[in-house]
Protein backbone atom coordinates (compact mmCIF):
# COMPACT_ATOMS: atom_id res chain seq x y z
CA UNK A 1 0.00 0.00 0.00
CA UNK A 2 1.34 3.65 -0.96
CA UNK A 3 0.12 6.56 0.42
CA UNK A 4 1.31 10.25 -1.85
CA UNK A 5 0.76 13.68 -0.27
CA UNK A 6 0.68 16.96 -2.62
CA UNK A 7 1.69 19.16 -0.47
CA UNK A 8 3.72 18.28 2.84
CA UNK A 9 5.19 21.59 4.18
CA UNK A 10 7.78 21.49 8.04
CA UNK A 11 4.98 23.22 9.70
CA UNK A 12 2.46 20.36 9.07
CA UNK A 13 4.96 18.07 10.63
CA UNK A 14 5.65 20.26 13.75
CA UNK A 15 1.71 20.33 14.37
CA UNK A 16 1.79 16.36 13.91
CA UNK A 17 -0.70 16.88 11.51
CA UNK A 18 -1.04 15.43 7.60
CA UNK A 19 -3.04 16.41 4.91
CA UNK A 20 -3.97 14.03 1.81
CA UNK A 21 -4.78 14.39 -1.77
CA UNK A 22 -4.66 17.04 -4.24
CA UNK A 23 -5.20 21.21 -3.00
CA UNK A 24 -9.02 22.54 -4.45
CA UNK A 25 -8.70 24.25 -7.64
CA UNK A 26 -10.71 27.00 -8.77
CA UNK A 27 -13.02 25.82 -11.74
CA UNK A 28 -12.31 27.00 -15.14
CA UNK A 29 -14.40 30.64 -15.30
CA UNK A 30 -16.56 30.13 -18.46
CA UNK A 31 -16.07 32.37 -21.58
CA UNK A 32 -17.60 35.46 -20.99
CA UNK A 33 -18.11 35.34 -17.28
CA UNK A 34 -16.34 36.26 -14.15
CA UNK A 35 -15.58 34.85 -10.74
CA UNK A 36 -14.92 37.30 -7.53
CA UNK A 37 -12.10 36.57 -4.75
CA UNK A 38 -9.65 37.56 -2.73
CA UNK A 39 -5.70 37.02 -2.59
CA UNK A 40 -4.41 34.66 0.18
CA UNK A 41 -0.81 35.10 1.77
CA UNK A 42 -1.54 33.36 4.70
CA UNK A 43 -2.44 29.57 5.02
CA UNK A 44 -1.10 26.73 3.79
CA UNK A 45 -1.46 27.17 0.20
CA UNK A 46 1.99 29.13 -1.38
CA UNK A 47 2.50 31.11 -4.43
CA UNK A 48 4.27 28.96 -7.24
CA UNK A 49 5.25 28.33 -10.61
CA UNK A 50 5.31 24.41 -11.65
CA UNK A 51 4.97 22.32 -14.03
CA UNK A 52 1.70 21.22 -14.84
CA UNK A 53 1.12 18.25 -16.96
CA UNK A 54 0.88 17.92 -20.56
CA UNK A 55 0.41 22.04 -20.28
CA UNK A 56 3.71 23.16 -19.37
CA UNK A 57 4.50 26.23 -16.27
CA UNK A 58 1.27 27.57 -14.20
CA UNK A 59 0.89 30.28 -11.97
CA UNK A 60 -0.81 28.57 -8.30
CA UNK A 61 -2.08 31.58 -6.91
CA UNK A 62 -3.67 31.19 -3.08
CA UNK A 63 -6.96 32.73 -3.48
CA UNK A 64 -10.72 32.50 -1.62
CA UNK A 65 -12.54 31.95 -3.75
CA UNK A 66 -16.12 33.96 -3.15
CA UNK A 67 -18.47 33.31 -6.30
CA UNK A 68 -17.65 31.15 -9.44
CA UNK A 69 -20.71 30.72 -12.14
CA UNK A 70 -20.33 27.35 -12.10
CA UNK A 71 -19.69 26.71 -8.17
CA UNK A 72 -23.69 26.79 -6.71
CA UNK A 73 -22.79 27.11 -3.26
CA UNK A 74 -19.95 28.46 -1.70
CA UNK A 75 -19.54 29.19 2.03
CA UNK A 76 -20.40 33.29 3.29
CA UNK A 77 -16.64 33.01 4.23
CA UNK A 78 -15.60 31.84 0.59
CA UNK A 79 -13.41 28.78 -0.19
CA UNK A 80 -9.22 28.41 0.19
CA UNK A 81 -7.77 26.79 -3.04
CA UNK A 82 -5.48 27.69 -5.54
CA UNK A 83 -6.58 29.65 -8.66
CA UNK A 84 -4.17 27.81 -11.34
CA UNK A 85 -3.24 29.47 -14.41
CA UNK A 86 -0.73 30.69 -17.43
CA UNK A 87 -2.64 33.81 -18.09
CA UNK A 88 -0.76 36.81 -18.55
CA UNK A 89 -2.92 37.99 -15.45
CA UNK A 90 -1.54 35.82 -13.49
CA UNK A 91 1.97 36.80 -14.23
CA UNK A 92 1.55 40.07 -13.79
CA UNK A 93 0.03 39.52 -10.33
CA UNK A 94 3.09 37.15 -9.57
CA UNK A 95 5.32 39.67 -10.43
CA UNK A 96 3.98 42.06 -8.32
CA UNK A 97 3.58 40.06 -5.45
CA UNK A 98 6.73 37.57 -5.87
CA UNK A 99 9.43 39.69 -6.96
CA UNK A 100 8.00 43.30 -5.66
CA UNK A 101 9.96 45.75 -7.92
CA UNK A 102 9.58 48.34 -5.68
CA UNK A 103 6.16 47.71 -5.85
CA UNK A 104 5.27 47.52 -2.31
CA UNK A 105 2.46 49.67 -2.11
CA UNK A 106 0.57 48.01 -5.31
CA UNK A 107 1.74 44.79 -2.99
CA UNK A 108 -0.72 46.40 -0.42
CA UNK A 109 -3.38 46.79 -2.66
CA UNK A 110 -3.26 43.18 -3.37
CA UNK A 111 -4.65 41.72 0.00
CA UNK A 112 -7.42 42.08 1.72
CA UNK A 113 -9.73 43.08 -1.13
CA UNK A 114 -11.90 41.74 -3.75
CA UNK A 115 -11.12 41.23 -6.99
CA UNK A 116 -13.13 40.43 -10.16
CA UNK A 117 -11.45 37.30 -12.25
CA UNK A 118 -13.34 37.85 -15.93
CA UNK A 119 -12.70 35.59 -18.78
CA UNK A 120 -12.99 37.35 -22.26
CA UNK A 121 -15.09 35.35 -25.04
CA UNK A 122 -11.63 34.98 -26.83
CA UNK A 123 -10.52 33.14 -23.47
CA UNK A 124 -7.94 35.97 -22.00
CA UNK A 125 -8.72 36.82 -18.32
CA UNK A 126 -8.41 40.00 -16.50
CA UNK A 127 -8.36 41.01 -12.71
CA UNK A 128 -10.03 43.84 -11.50
CA UNK A 129 -10.10 44.88 -8.19
CA UNK A 130 -14.31 45.43 -6.86
Keep these: MFI??????????????????????????PKG????????????LTWE???D??????????????????VESLPSSGSAMHWVS??????QLHHVVLKGDGASSLRKEIFGKKWKLTRSITGSY?????
Design 4 to 29: FTSHCKKSMVSKKTMSFGPVPRMPEV
Design 53 to 70: GEYGMKRYTPIILLSHPS
Design 33 to 44: ECAELRFSESGD
Design 86 to 91: KSEAAD
Design 49 to 51: HKE
Design 126 to 130: RLDQI
